[in-house]
């Protein structure tokens, strides 16, 4: 099983195991034109490719920077999941901010009710204060993991390309909640398809960065 063969290999620090995996399992069909998997713009800025869902589990490549206009976030980028996820960087930097979420008057807290056409973001009665722990920044072939139910938000190094491959495991009974304005009504967030041809050059990109961090891991250390 693919889900557990990623596990293995992040676990035990294989960064070109992993790599590798992500590669022929999913980034070659899609650069070749042999998958027919829509990549998918989400409402926070990055692309996400939906490589698997199986039962609880799912895994999902996550490209970040590949987008030319700035992001309008009609909440706070600060959410929590209902999965407990395992992110391994395959190229790039990518940072991950923790939030500390206590009762109060500064947010409301949204339920986001997620389908496959977008996110349902409904106001509920309850208000936190938060606040912001340092960014910690994940270098290619680190990994890191993060809890559900634990309010964060992603960030990377000036823009800059990156990606991750994300592992989750669902947990049904927990929310996914987004941080927002007090006065924020209840709306929706659209996920849009990328065409054939976009998710094809998307994925041809994120191969040719991926093979050439490789590459890079694997010159000898005092080699130009």
Request: net charge positive.
């Amino acid at each position: 099983m693919i889900y557990a063969m990623l596990e293995r290999a992040i676990r035990a620090g294989s960064s070109d195991g992993v790599a590798e995996l992500v590669r022929t399992t999913w980034l070659d069909p899609l650069a070749n034109g042999e998958s027919t998997l829509s990549a998918v713009r989400h409402p926070l800025g990055f692309t996400c490719l939906p490589v698997l869902r199986d039962g609880r589990r799912g895994v999902c490549v996550h490209l970040f920077g590949e987008r030319r206009t700035p992001v309008r976030l009609s909440v706070s980028p600060f959410h929590c999941h209902s999965w407990d996820l395992l992110s391994h960087v395959l190229y790039g930097y990518v940072g991950n901010q923790h939030l500390t979420v206590v009762p109060g008057s500064t947010y409301r807290v949204f339920d986001t009710r997620t389908t496959a056409a977008g996110d349902r973001l409904v106001p509920t009665a309850l208000t936190v204060d938060a606040t912001a722990g340092a960014p910690e920044h994940w270098a290619a072939g680190t990994a890191y993991e993060l809890a559900a139910g634990a309010f964060h938000a992603s960030t990377v190094v000036g823009g800059a390309p990156a990606a991750t491959v994300v592992l989750g495991l669902h947990h049904p009974e927990k929310p996914d909640l987004t941080l927002g304005a007090l006065d924020t009504p209840a709306h929706r967030l659209t996920r849009r398809l990328h065409s054939r041809a976009e998710t094809t050059s998307l994925a041809r990109a994120a191969r040719d960065r991926l093979a050439k961090g490789t590459a890079d891991r694997l010159v000898p250390a005092g080699r130009p």
